[in-house]
């Protein structure tokens, strides 16, 4: 990062048992660790791998526990040292609705249950949803369920629904809650991709951007959350002037939010 604006740099000389080619995996970064689940390659894959960028190595951690399969597309985010897996696709094609924690201070894992929203449903099985930590709450959205029971015969869902997920402090969870929410639904995507904002001068009122994905019609859109209400942006240039991706990523920095994508 310049005062100039981002600038790319490939990095080179690493060591170390480095990931092989995948897609629809995900990572995340704790302090200096870059941590690698998941993805697809002729196969799902079950690896765990972790690039310190400080000593620019690759390793993989002894991990022990309720170790889960390897899976694509799902949600991975990071509360201090742990990390929570929910959803995606497992091998056979089947989607998932589990929801595991990785202790990364000793890389153990734990299959997790959370309890039942109140008011309806849990979130069924899914992939290609947003899962964003906002204070001690993860927040769901979207993705593409198989309305098929044969995961050979995909029947796809993709969906706007919205979910909370309340952390307990340290490790486990509370449960799943439907929040009531106000003004204009996010129309059903899936492999869109949430970022969180929060106005550094209050550190309140957190909005949360979520920047196009794929539908049922192949399009994409650009909507904003702000306290649990929706709008379409105002400013120049939007939706229109953003090109649809699908499997991409954003993240905020400072005032500005940057997105990275595929096609």
């Known amino acids: 990062w310049s005062k100039k604006g981002p600038r790319w740099k490939r990095v080179l000389g690493w060591s170390g048992p480095v990931p092989r080619p995948r897609h629809g995996h995900r990572a995340v970064a704790i302090k200096e660790l870059m941590v690698v689940f998941g993805g697809g390659n002729e196969g799902i894959v079950d690896e765990l791998h972790v690039y310190n960028t400080a000593t620019n190595q690759w390793f993989i951690p002894a991990v022990r526990g309720d ?3 390897g899976c694509a597309a799902y949600g991975f985010v990071c509360d201090g040292t742990r990390l929570l897996v ?9 989607y998932s609705n589990d929801l595991y924690e990785l202790q ?5 894992w734990k299959k997790l249950k959370a309890k039942n929203p109140k008011n309806g449903p849990p979130p069924c099985p899914r992939l290609g949803h947003s899962f964003s930590l906002v204070g001690n709450k993860c927040y769901l959205f979207g993705g593409l369920a198989n309305d098929s029971e044969d995961p050979k015969n995909n029947i796809p869902r993709y969906l706007n629904d ?3 997920l309340e952390l307990r402090a340290g490790s486990s969870v509370v449960g799943w809650d439907i929040p009531i929410t106000y003004g204009v639904l996010p129309p059903p995507r899936e492999s869109h991709t949430a970022v969180v904002y929060t106005e550094k001068a209050t550190r309140k009122s957190p909005y949360k951007f979520r920047v196009a994905g794929i539908n049922a ?3 994409g859109a650009f909507s904003e959350i702000s306290a649990f209400k929706t709008c379409l942006p105002g400013f120049p240039g939007a939706p229109c002037a953003i090109k649809i991706n699908f499997t991409h990523r954003c993240a905020i920095r400072d005032h500005m939010s940057h997105g990275f994508g595929t096609k």
């Open 162 to 164: 919205l979910y909370t």
């Open 86 to 94: 929910f959803g995606g696709m497992v091998e056979y094609g089947k």
């Open 217 to 219: 019609c192949g399009r």
């Open 104 to 108: 990364a201070s000793r890389w153990e």
């Open 67 to 69: 170790i889960p399969p």
